[in-house]
C-alpha cells in the first residue's frame, strides 16, 4: 500500500516521544515507597515475571472478559491487544478467524499458524489447524497473548499463542450464577454456572446454551457447551486437575461470500446455492484432560498433562460437487514439562524442559452434491493421521538483577499420513511427508527499573501444511511440492508502568517468511501453493490509563507493512511488492471506560480497521470502516444475593463494512463476479441479567 514509508515514520516518531516522555517518569521510579508488582505469565512455559519475559505477551483477565460481554467469540475479550486482527464473528460454520503479525491471514475457515490451548489442553492438531468453537468464555478466567514465533514453546506454530485458563472451583466464592441473555436477530443465550470446595477437593461447572438467526439469510446457529473442572490436593506440593469439556453444535449455517454488487444491492441475502444446498455444518464434540502438578518429589516443578478429544464433524459447503464433508476425529497426547531454579558460573539459571507426544487421527469421507442438494457419490474415504514428537528446552540466565539472557531451542518430528481407502476411482492416493525441524530463540531482558524493560528476540518457526492445504490440484494424495514455511522474527520491546496509572507495551517486529503458504483457487476448490518470500515489519503499541478510580483508557495501535516477494499471482502475473491479502495495515482499538459504585459500569469503545487486498493480485481494495460500540451495566445487592444488568450496542452508528472477506476466492471467475464478501451487521443490540447466589 502507498503509507509504507509513513506508517514507519510515524511509528518512529511515537515510539521516540513515548520513550523521551517516560524515561524521567522511570528514573523516578523507586522500590521504597511501593511493592514491585510481579504478574507472573505461564504461556511461554517457562513461568516467570512478565518484566523478565523477552517477548510480546499481553494478559487479560476474568472482568474484561465476561463485564457486559455477549461471550460469543475472543474478539470480544482480545480487540483490545495490539497486532490482533479478527474477522468473521458472525459466521459460525466458518468460525472466528484470527491473524498476528500476518500469520493466519490465509485461512478460508478456523484458525492457522497460531497455537490455541485451554487449561494445558491443545486446540491445535499436529498439522498446524486449530478450531476454537469449543472455547467456554462463560468459565474463562485469565488469556495470554504470545505474539510472534512460538515454536520453540509449543512446534507448529509461527504466529504466536493463545492460552486460555478457565476457573477452578476454588478460585471463586462458593455459590452458583445465572445468566440470561437476547437481542437482536434473534439472539438468545442461557448460562448457569455452580462451584463449590469440600475438603481438599473442588469443583466448577458450566452450562450454556446459544441459538441465533444471525443478520444474513441461511445464518442460524444453534450451541450448546458444557465445561466442568475438579482439582484435588493430594499432599503438600502435589495437585490432580480433571477438566472436560463438550460441545454440541447441531446446526450453523453458512450463507456464502457475496460479490460486491450483490453485497452493495443486499447485505442481508445469502447466495442462491447456499440456500437451495442449505450450507451447513454439524459438530459433537468432547475432550476430557488430566494436569497432574508436583513440586515435592524433585527440587523443581514437574507438570505432565494428558488429553482426549473426539471431534465428529459433518458440513455441507455453499456449492455443488465434492462439496459435502464429513470426519470423525481423534486427537489425544501427553505434555510434560519440568522447571527449576539452580545456578550457572554463580549465577541464578531458570530453566524447563520438556517432552511432547501428540497424534491425530481423522477418518474422512467426502461426497458429491448434485445442485439441487441430492448426494450423487462418494468421491472419497481415507484416513488421515499426523504424529508430533518434540523434545525442547529453555532457559533464563540472569547476569545481574537487571539484566537477563534467555535461550531456547525445539526439535519437532512431525509425520503426516494418507491411507486411501477410496480405490473405486482407479487411484491409490496413499503417502506421506516427515519433517525435522529445529526451532530457535535467543532474547534479551533489562529492567530500567523495577517495573520498566526493555528486551531483544531473535527466533525461528516454522508452520507446516495442514491436510487441507495438502490437497493436490493435479490429483489426489499430498501435494509434492508444498513444503512448510520457515520464519525468521526479529523484536524488540518496551514495557512498563507509570506510578500506579498508566502501562504501557511497545514493540518494533521485523519477520521474513521463506516459502510462505497462500491459497489459491481452481474452481470453487481452495488449493496452496509456497509464495517464495513475504516480508513483515511493524509497530505495536498498546496503553492502559486509570486516570482514576472511576476512569480508565486503554488503546491498542497497530501499523505494518505486509509485502509479497519473489511471487507469481493466481493470475500467472508477477505479483513481487503487493501487499499479503487480507491483512490491513492499521489497526487502532479504543476504549474509554466508566465505573461507578456498587458495580455500576459504562464502557464506549470504538475501533478503525484499515484498507486492505482480498487477492494476491491486489486488484480489489476492501475499504477501512470504523466501529463503534457501547454497553453498560449495573448491580444490585439483595442479602446474599446479587443482580446483575447489562446491555450493549454493537455498530453505534450502523457502519456498512464487511465482517469477513474469503482471501483469493474464486480466482478462476473475473473479478468482478468473485464471492469474496460477507457483509456485518448493522446496529444491533442485546440485554442480560445475571444473578449470582
Known amino acids: 500500500m502507498s503509507m509504507n514509508k509513513n506508517h514507519y515514520l510515524a511509528a518512529g516518531v511515537l515510539a521516540a516521544v513515548c520513550v523521551s516522555a517516560w524515561l524521567p517518569a522511570i528514573g523516578q521510579s523507586s522500590t521504597d515507597n511501593d511493592e514491585e508488582l510481579v504478574l507472573e505469565v505461564t504461556s511461554p512455559r517457562l513461568v516467570r515475571d512478565l518484566y523478565e519475559t523477552p517477548a510480546a505477551v499481553s494478559v487479560v483477565n476474568a472482568p474484561d472478559i465476561r463485564e457486559g460481554q455477549q461471550r460469543l467469540q475472543l474478539d470480544e475479550s482480545l480487540n483490545t491487544v495490539p497486532g490482533l486482527f479478527f474477522q468473521n464473528r458472525y459466521n459460525f460454520a466458518q468460525n ?348 534479551i531482558s533489562y529492567k530500567l527499573a523495577p517495573r520498566h524493560q526493555v528486551y531483544a528476540t531473535l527466533g525461528t518457526a516454522f508452520e507446516s501444511p495442514t491436510f487441507t492445504e495438502f490437497a493436490n490440484p493435479n490429483g489426489g494424495g499430498f501435494n509434492p511440492e508444498l513444503e512448510p514455511q520457515q520464519a525468521l522474527n526479529r523484536e524488540l520491546g518496551m514495557r512498563g508502568m507509570l506510578g500506579a496509572g498508566l502501562s504501557y507495551d511497545m514493540a518494533l517486529f521485523s519477520i521474513r517468511v521463506e516459502d510462505e503458504i497462500l491459497p489459491f483457487n481452481v474452481g470453487d476448490q481452495t488449493f496452496y501453493e509456497n509464495a517464495g518470500e513475504t516480508r513483515r515489519n511493524g509497530f505495536e503499541l498498546g496503553l492502559s490509563w486509570e486516570i482514576s478510580y472511576a476512569w480508565r483508557v486503554t488503546s491498542a495501535l497497530t501499523l505494518a507493512d505486509y509485502e509479497l516477494r519473489d511471487f507469481v499471482d493466481e493470475q500467472g502475473d508477477d505479483a513481487s511488492g503487493n501487499a499479503i491479502p487480507g491483512l490491513p495495515e492499521q489497526l487502532w482499538v479504543n476504549e474509554l471506560e466508566w465505573r461507578g459504585a456498587a458495580g455500576r459500569f459504562a464502557a464506549l469503545e470504538w475501533q478503525y480497521v484499515g484498507e486492505f487486498y482480498a487477492e494476491n493480485s491486489n486488484q480489489t481494495l476492501v475499504s477501512d470502516y470504523w466501529l463503534v460500540g457501547l454497553r453498560a451495566g449495573d448491580s444490585f445487592r439483595m442479602a446474599e444475593q446479587t443482580v446483575n444488568l447489562y446491555a450493549g450496542i454493537r455498530n453505534l452508528l450502523d457502519q456498512d463494512y464487511f465482517s469477513n472477506v474469503r482471501i483469493n476466492a474464486n480466482a478462476n471467475r473475473p473479478v468482478e463476479d468473485r464471492g469474496y464478501f460477507e457483509p456485518g451487521p448493522g446496529r444491533t443490540f442485546y440485554a442480560g441479567l445475571e444473578w449470582v447466589f
Open 96 to 443: 472466528l478467524r484470527l491473524s498476528t503479525r500476518g500469520f493466519g491471514a490465509r485461512a478460508p475457515f478456523g484458525i492457522r499458524g497460531i497455537r490455541i490451548q485451554v487449561d494445558g489442553i491443545p486446540y491445535t492438531l499436529p498439522d498446524g489447524q486449530s478450531q476454537i468453537d469449543a472455547i467456554d468464555l462463560d468459565s474463562a478466567q485469565r488469556i495470554e497473548v504470545i505474539r510472534g514465533p512460538a515454536s520453540v514453546q509449543y512446534g507448529n506454530a509461527a504466529g504466536g499463542v493463545i492460552d486460555i485458563s478457565t476457573a477452578l472451583g476454588d478460585e471463586l466464592p462458593q455459590g452458583g450464577r445465572l445468566r440470561l441473555d437476547g437481542g437482536s436477530d434473534d439472539y438468545r443465550k442461557a448460562a448457569i454456572q455452580g462451584n463449590g470446595v469440600e475438603g481438599d477437593t473442588s469443583g466448577i461447572a458450566t452450562l450454556s446454551w446459544l441459538t441465533f438467526d444471525g443478520h444474513r439469510e441461511q445464518s442460524k446457529a444453534e450451541k450448546a457447551l458444557f465445561n466442568a473442572r475438579v482439582a484435588r490436593d493430594l499432599d503438600s506440593g502435589r495437585r490432580v486437575t480433571a477438566t472436560f469439556n463438550a460441545l454440541h453444535n447441531p446446526k450453523s449455517e453458512d450463507p456464502g461470500g457475496l460479490t460486491l454488487a450483490q453485497a452493495e444491492d443486499d447485505p442481508e441475502q445469502a447466495t442462491a446455492l447456499a440456500k437451495r444446498l442449505d450450507s451447513s455444518q454439524t459438530v459433537n464434540q468432547q475432550t476430557l484432560g488430566v494436569r497432574f502438578e508436583d513440586s515435592a518429589l524433585l527440587p523443581g516443578q514437574l507438570t505432565l498433562d494428558t488429553f482426549y478429544t473426539h471431534r465428529d464433524f459433518a458440513q455441507q459447503l455453499p456449492f455443488p460437487g465434492s462439496s459435502r464433508i464429513a470426519y470423525d476425529r481423534h486427537f489425544y497426547g501427553i505434555s510434560s514439562q519440568y522447571q527449576q531454579e539452580s545456578t550457572l558460573a554463580g549465577l541464578p539459571l531458570v530453566w524447563v524442559t520438556g517432552l511432547d507426544v501428540h497424534h491425530q487421527s481423522d477418518d474422512r469421507r467426502r461426497y458429491s452434491v448434485s445442485i439441487d442438494g441430492d448426494i450423487t457419490g462418494q468421491t472419497q474415504a481415507e484416513n488421515q493421521s499426523a504424529t508430533n514428537v518434540a523434545v525442547f528446552g529453555q532457559g533464563d540466565l540472569a547476569l545481574s538483577d537487571e539484566l537477563n539472557v534467555s535461550l531456547g531451542v525445539r526439535f519437532d518430528r512431525l509425520r503426516l499420513a494418507i491411507d486411501d481407502d477410496w480405490l473405486q476411482d482407479g487411484n491409490d492416493d496413499s503417502g506421506n511427508r516427515t519433517f525435522r525441524e529445529y526451532s530457535g530463540v535467543a532474547g
